[in-house]
Each structure stands twice: as C-alpha cells, then as structure tokens.
C-alpha cells in the first residue's frame, strides 16, 4: 500500500473518531445533566397557598430545645411562617419540616393539625400524618406540604419556602 494511501486511511479513521467521541461526550453531557434536580420543589396542592418565608431556628432557646432529641416535634406558629404555621421534627437522619394545615381541606377553622406524638391529625376528616415523612396513614391525595429545612450551624436551623 502506498504511503498516500495509508496517510488518507488514517486521516479518515482519525475523522470518524474525532465525530463518534463528540458525539459520545454530547450524550455523556446529556445524561449528566438529565440526572441533575432542581432545588425549585413546587408542592402543588390548590387547598394551600404558597408563601415565601425564611425562619432562624436557635436550638439553644427553651422553646426550640426539644429539637435537639429525635422525635420531640415543636409547633412554629409565628406570624408569616407557613400558613397555619410548621410542624419541625428531628428524624434521626436530618430534619422535617411540614405546613400545618390540613393538605385534603380548603383552609376554614377546622383546617388546623393537632399533634399527636409524632404524628398530626386534621380535625376536618380525622386522617392522621407522620411528621417524619409527612405521609397520611389513609390514602388520601395529598401528602403534609413540605418545606425546605437546612443545618446552617451545630444548633441553627433554617426553614424556608
């Protein structure tokens, strides 16, 4: 084979791989960024409005100092936090932190969770919810609406919408 020859192969080679490598590193780029989530978690539910909020929460304070034991959830009910206000809880693995009002109901008076335990009860229909994973234990359409809930120091804590 003439030296041409064997020079115009391997350009040719180089050229089909040069193409199949972009190819492959477009559909690595591709799967990459189609495993990647959004921070931007909507809750849509039309029983609850959504109202953006940010809430320090100082564990060192008596009312908060519950939160520092797995288990001992304590009721936020401060002006402009939530709607009916939050339920926060210590899982063991983290934090939760759920809107406390009744997701199944239009909000009216009876919309407000009760707590019991670790769980919440809506007086409107009697269905209890666990405030560790906010699942109902009927079935019903809608889950406790979750908020946003991060560690921002060894005892501060962040709740936001």
Same mark, same amino acid.
């Given at each position: 084979?003439?030296?041409?020859i064997k020079l115009n192969?391997?350009?040719?080679?180089?050229?089909?791989?040069?193409?199949?490598?972009?190819?492959?590193?477009?559909?690595?780029?591709?799967?990459?960024?189609?495993?990647?989530?959004?921070?931007?978690?909507?809750?849509?539910?039309?029983?609850?409005?959504?109202?953006?909020?940010?809430?320090?929460?100082?564990?060192?304070?008596?009312?908060?100092?519950?939160?520092?034991?797995?288990?001992?959830?304590?009721?936020?009910?401060?002006?402009?936090?939530?709607?009916?206000?939050?339920?926060?809880?210590?899982?063991?693995?983290?934090?939760?932190?759920?809107?406390?009002?009744?997701?199944?109901? *239009?909000?009216?008076?009876?919309?407000?969770?009760?707590?019991?335990?670790?769980?919440?009860?809506?007086?409107?229909?009697?269905?209890?919810?666990?405030?560790?994973?906010?699942? *109902?234990?009927?079935?019903?359409?809608?889950?406790?609406? *979750?908020?946003?809930?991060?560690?921002?120091?060894?005892?501060?804590?962040?709740?936001?919408?």
């Amino acid at each position: 084979m003439s030296k041409l020859i064997k020079l115009n192969l391997y350009h040719n080679f180089v050229r089909e791989n040069y193409a199949m490598k972009k190819y492959i590193l477009l559909m690595l780029a591709v799967f990459a960024m189609a495993g990647c989530n959004s921070d931007d978690y909507n809750y849509r539910n039309p029983n609850l409005p959504d109202y953006n909020f940010s809430f320090d929460i100082d564990m060192n304070l008596p009312l908060y100092s519950q939160l520092n034991f797995t288990g001992s959830p304590v009721y936020i009910g401060v002006a402009g936090v939530g709607i009916n206000g939050i339920f926060v809880t210590k899982t063991g693995s983290g934090y939760s932190a759920f809107e406390a009002s009744c997701p199944n109901q *239009p909000l009216t008076d009876c919309s407000m969770l009760e707590r019991d335990g670790i769980n919440v009860i809506c007086p409107c229909d009697g269905v209890e919810f666990n405030l560790f994973t906010g699942l *109902p234990s009927t079935e019903v359409k809608y889950s406790l609406k *979750p908020y946003r809930i991060q560690q921002t120091g060894p005892t501060t804590l962040r709740v936001y919408n």
